[in-house]
C-alpha cells in the first residue's frame, strides 16, 4: 500500500484553545508510534477492521498502516503516490492538501473521522478520548517518550540553536506570546533536553520539554525536536555542578523549579558558592540518585500547590534513603515583590540544620497556607460513607469494584464457568439460581491468551443457547485476545499496560484468561514476582472496576498454583472442584461476606438442545469423615506432585463430554493422550468410549471430530494402537 509517510514529524493541524492543541498534540503524537492505539482507534471506526501484518483493512476498502514510517496514516483505492514530510516549514502545505482531500489519502486518522464519524475537526481528538475512556494530561509527555523512526540524542551547541528555532515555530503552532528556555545537562555537560516556559496573551504558564531526537541509522544530523522528555529518568537541572559537590558538601538546595534556581544564582551568587542548587522538571520520573549521602533541603513554591509538591518531593526522597528538612515560605503579597519575598525567605539557608522536618513544615503549612499535607487519622464515626451501595453481581461474594481469584485442575471448566460470568455480566442475565446476579448490562473485557477465536465463539454461541439468550448476546462482550493479535497480551510490562489500558478504562468488569498468559512473571513463586498482579488489582479497585482472573490450581490442592501473594490483596477466592458430574465452587476466601458459606453453589454441564447449560444442584446431606480429603481432591481422585487430579472413573462419559466441551477444537489423538492421565484409562479403552459418545450424538459441539468412514465407523487409523493399556 502507498500511505503518505510522516517519519514521526508533526502531520496535522492544531485547532481550538490552548489545552486543546496541547492534547490533539499528544494524542497523535502517540498514534505515530503506538500499533495497539491504532488498532483502537480502526475498530472505532469500523467494527469490522481486520489487521494483516503492516495494515489494517476496513469495509470500505480503506487501509490504515501500521509500518513504522507511516503508522496511523491511511490510504484509498483513489491513492496512486506516496509523499513524505520532512519536519520542517514546507510541510505546513503537505497537510493542508491531504485535509482537505480526505477521500484519497491522509498522514493521520482525523480526516478519517470526519467522514466515517461526522465529526468536527476541533472535537476528533475530544471524541476519541470520551469513547476510549482516555485521559491525556501535560503529564503523559514524561509517560509517552518514544518518537517514531527516531532515537533520542543529546544536543549541540548547534542544535540548541535550532531547537530554539522549532521553539518559535511551537509558539506560533499554539498561539504562545513569548518563552524562556532552561537546560537540563548530563554529568559532563551535555545537554540533555530544555524545559520551556510558554506564556500566553494572559500570562498563564505552560512548561513543555524541547528535545532532540535523530533518525534511525543516521549518523549524519537530520536531528528534529519535539516536545516529548526523552525515553528514561529524567536529569536533575544543572547535573554537571551537582556531581562536582561530591564529598565537598552535606546539603543540598532543591528549589521548586529553574526560575527560582536561576533568581537565587543572580541575586544570591554567595548561596551557590557555598551549596549545590538544583530543581527536577518531574517528581515521579526524575533520577535523584545523583545527590548522593548528600542531605536535601526542600524549598518550597509559596502557595498551596506549593507545600503539596513538596511532601511529593520529600516521599521520593525518601524513597532512596534521604531525610529531607524543609525551609519556610511566606505567602505572596500584593505589596512585596516575589523577588523580595524569596530573599527573606532564602536567608535561613546559612544554618540548614535548624530548617524543619516533616511534621514542623506540615504545621507550618496548616498555619501560613490554611492545608493539610498529611494524611491523617480521622474517627470511625466520621469516616466517609458511600451513598451508594456497590452493585452485587454474585450473590455473596462479589460486588462491583472488587477483585477475586477463580482456579482449578485442568479440565474442570473454569475457561466456561468465566465465559458463563461474562455472558450473564454482559447481558444482565441471572443464571444458577440467582447466584449469578448483575442487575443490569455492564461493560465487561474478557483478556484471552491462549483460545483459538472459533473455539472462543463456539463456547460462547453454546453457553448462549443454553441461557435462552439471543445469538447475539455474545456481541455484548469485548474481547482481547492473543491468538488473535498474533502476539503475546501482557499486564505485567509498561508497554503491555500502555496497550490495554484504553480498553480495559472502558469496562467494568474485567475478566483475565489466564494470570500466566497474562502476568508471565507470576510463573515464580517468589512474592516480589506479584507486584504487577496486585497493582492491576489496586488499580481496579480504586477505578472502581470488577476484576476476575482465571489460574491454575497448585499441587496442594487448595490453593492456586504460585505464592500465596497473588491472593493477598484480592476480595474473594473461589476453587472450583470435580466429583462425578458435580461442580463444586467453594470460597476459600470471602473478604466482603464472611459469613457466607464456603460452598457457594454446585452445578453440572449438561449438553441440552445444541447449548451447554449450567445447573445448579440442591444442597445434599454429607457424611462426617474422619478420611476427608485435602480441598481440591475428592474420592476417586489422586493428588500427587507428578499427578493432576481427575474425574473418577464412575462417570467416564461425563468427564469426556466435559473435557471436549471444554476443548472441541482439539483433536481425538490430544483428548485421548490427556484425558489417560486425567482418567487412568488406556488410549483404545478412550477411543473407544469416544467414539460410543459420537454416535449416540452426545458430542455434536465438538468441532474438530474425526471424519466418519463408511457407515458413520470411525476408521482404525484414527485409533491409535494401544501402548500398556491397563
Known sequence: MAYLRAFGHQAWSLRGSLEDRLIQDLLWRKVQTDRALVMNLAKLIDPNAKPDGNDIFLSSGTTISLHPDSCGAYSTQRNHRASCLHGNINDKQAILDAEQNPTSKGYYLGP????????????????????????????DRYLFNLKACHNSALMSDRDKLHAQLAIENFSIDFGFKRFRVYWYSTENGSTAFGIVYFLDETGVITKLPISAWQRDANSDGNVVFDLLYPPHNCQLYDLHDLVRWHDMNKHVLICANEVTCETIKEDHAWIHKTIPVTTYSSVAVSDWSPIGSMKPIIFPDNSVDGCHEAFKVYIALQAQGLTPRFMKRLKKQHNRSDRIILAHDIYPIVTPDKCLDLYDFAKHCRDEFKVEILPGAIPLSKLPSSENE????????????????????????????????????????????????????????????????SSLKKRARSITTGLGLPEEAAEEIMVRSSVVEKRDLLLDTDTGWRDLLPDIAKADIIIIDSLFKIFPS??????????????????????????????????????????????????????????????????????????????WVKYRMKMESGGMTFQPIGKEPTASSTNALPAGEDEGMKNSDDNIS???????????IDYIAEHPDKAQGDIVKELMVQLHLGRSVLSARIKQLREGGQLEFWTNAPTKGKGGVISSAEIAPDQGDA
Open 112 to 139: 478519517l473521522f470526519q467522514q466515517k464519524k461526522g465529526w468536527l475537526p476541533e472535537n476528533v481528538c475530544s471524541n476519541i478520548l470520551r469513547n476510549m475512556g482516555m485521559l491525556l494530561t501535560q503529564e
Open 390 to 453: 456497590p452493585e452485587l453481581i454474585m450473590e455473596g461474594l462479589l460486588r462491583i469494584g472488587d477483585q477475586m481469584t477463580i482456579f482449578a485442575w485442568r479440565g474442570v471448566g473454569k475457561s466456561m464457568f468465566a465465559l458463563l460470568l461474562a455472558l450473564c455480566f454482559a447481558n444482565g442475565h441471572k443464571a444458577l439460581d440467582g447466584r449469578v446476579c448483575p442487575s443490569r448490562k455492564y461493560s465487561v473485557l474478557l483478556i484471552d491468551g491462549e483460545m483459538p477465536p
Open 522 to 599: 507470576n510463573m515464580s513463586n517468589e512474592i516480589s514476582n506479584v507486584a504487577a498482579l496486585n497493582n492491576f488489582y489496586d488499580w481496579c479497585r480504586k477505578n472502581g472496576k470488577a476484576a476476575i482472573v482465571i489460574d491454575h490450581q497448585g499441587k496442594k490442592g487448595d490453593t492456586a498454583s504460585g505464592t500465596m501473594g497473588k491472593e493477598m490483596t484480592v476480595d474473594a477466592v473461589l476453587l472450583l472442584k470435580k466429583k462425578n458430574d458435580k461442580i463444586e465452587a467453594t470460597a476459600t476466601k470471602n473478604r466482603n461476606f464472611e459469613s457466607s458459606p464456603n460452598c
Open 646 to 656: 481427575a474425574p473418577s472413573k464412575v462417570d467416564t462419559d461425563q468427564a469426556i
